[in-house]
């Protein structure tokens, strides 16, 4: 049993509050706003967004909570409305502990909230945004990190993801969900029974389908809202520069180090970060270069592994093996870096190497710098061309 609340800011409640709330029905609520009691939405900008009870003022919890002075007059009523009645009863709480407040403002709760005022047929402003994208994005609407104008950042995005196998299955999952308003899938591959183990896109009576019709119609089954491009060809120096062009964040899902650097260095070249994974047996790792938009300051791919192995040396991506799950925690992780940098949130891996290790499940961190020495990425340094590929490993997909 989990013992999380909904609520962190109930944490901070004065013993002051304990006295119970008003709480009044959506229609009664109503009938005291006609008389002039202030009615406020404390619901997120993007709940707002799908219809607000009409005369409410929009300000959202925390702003609400942490400087209420702001937003009340110290005189009247003051009626609190979210969703569902919850958190305008948590948040009245709050505020009667608060001393700006005290006992000098009566306040009340609608019960049911904004749903239940809709039902009764109650007068609601127009919402903003269709009721068929406030439903599949209701959660992201609800985070004050994304809301409204980062779920409409998501959907003006542009994701490459190159490779639709074991870390390309995840991460396009995720970023379909996540609502990315535009997925170019990238593989040359057709699907063989073998993959289906890790590679969770396909389906067993797709076998010898081509892998990126296979992934459009998986993601677009989860959410048609979004545009799905799928490229069958194999990444190359002569078209490299074409498929990445109008990318705001590349995804390497490939499992050979000719695609690795070819995407590295291109990624440099037209200043788009590349969020990096790798698997094998039972490890990963996991980062992103973002050296073409910070040079001399984040590291490139090249800067981590100067030279590829000989091919002598490099994992044989058939005979190695991969615990299926793997990849899966890869790619999800590859997804989550993505979404955060076309929402500017958090911080990224770049100048990290996040290590994976499934049979101590244990995560570990490796600090990356720049190679100033580097011959791709240092400030200055004149792009002499993309290296012909190299025959590490057959396989343009993931594991």
């Known amino acids: 049993m989990t013992r999380d609340t909904p609520n962190p800011a109930g944490a901070h409640r004065d013993t002051r509050s304990a006295e119970p709330v008003l709480e009044l029905s959506p229609r009664a609520a109503h009938e005291r706003v006609l008389a002039g009691a202030r009615l406020i939405d404390i619901r997120e900008p993007g709940e707002q967004a799908t219809g607000m009870a009409e005369g409410a003022v929009a300000v ?26 919850r958190r305008s009863l948590d948040c009245a709480r709050i505020l009667r502990g608060h001393h700006w407040v005290g006992e000098r403002i009566e306040l009340i709760s ?21 009721a068929r994208f406030a439903e599949r994005y209701d959660r992201h609407l609800r985070l004050p990190d994304v809301g409204l104008a980062g779920q409409q950042r998501l959907a003006a995005a542009r994701v490459v993801l190159i490779g639709a196998g074991g870390l390309g299955s995840p991460a396009a999952f995720y970023l379909a969900a996540a609502g990315i308003g535009r997925l170019r899938i990238v593989d040359g591959d057709r699907i063989e029974r073998s993959n289906l183990q890790r590679q969770i896109l396909h ?22 809202d979004i545009q799905v491009e799928p490229v069958p060809v194999r990444l190359a120096s002569d078209n490299v520069e074409a498929v990445l062009a109008d990318a705001d964040v590349v995804i390497d899902g490939s499992d050979n180090f000719a695609t690795r650097y070819l995407l590295s260095d291109a990624c440099v070249r037209l200043g788009k970060p590349l969020v990096y994974g790798a698997v094998e047996r039972f ?3 996991v980062s992103v270069f973002d050296a073409g938009r910070a040079r001399g300051q984040a590291p490139c791919y090249r800067c981590l592994f100067p030279q590829p192995p000989a091919p002598e040396f490099a994992p044989n991506c058939a005979e190695a093996g991969v615990l299926g799950i793997v990849p899966g925690v890869i790619g999800l992780l590859q997804a989550t870096e993505a979404i955060k940098l076309i929402l500017h949130l958090g911080d990224s891996l770049s100048g990290r190497l996040l290590h994976f290790d499934a049979r101590a499940m244990r995560f570990r961190e490796t600090r990356l710098a720049a190679d100033p020495d580097c011959p791709v990425c240092p400030p200055g340094t004149p792009f002499s061309g993309y290296a012909e590929s190299l025959t590490v490993c057959a396989s343009a997909d993931q594991g």
């Not at 400087?67 to 609190?80: I, M, S």
């Not at 402003?125 to 269709?130: D, E, K, N, W």
């Not at 009576?205 to 081509?210: F, Q, T, V």
């Open 203 to 224: 389906r067993d009576d797709a076998i010898g389908r081509l892998k990126v019709e296979s992934a459009a119609a998986a993601v677009s089954g989860l959410n048609p």
């Open 60 to 85: 959202a919890r925390r702003d609400l909570e942490q400087a209420p002075e702001h937003w009340l007059d110290g005189t009247g009523p003051v009626v609190l409305i979210c969703a569902r009645g």
């Open 283 to 285: 490890q990963g790792q």
């Open 110 to 130: 609608v019960a049911g909230g904004t749903d239940a005022w809709r039902a009764e047929g109650l007068p609601m402003t127009a919402a903003t945004v269709t």
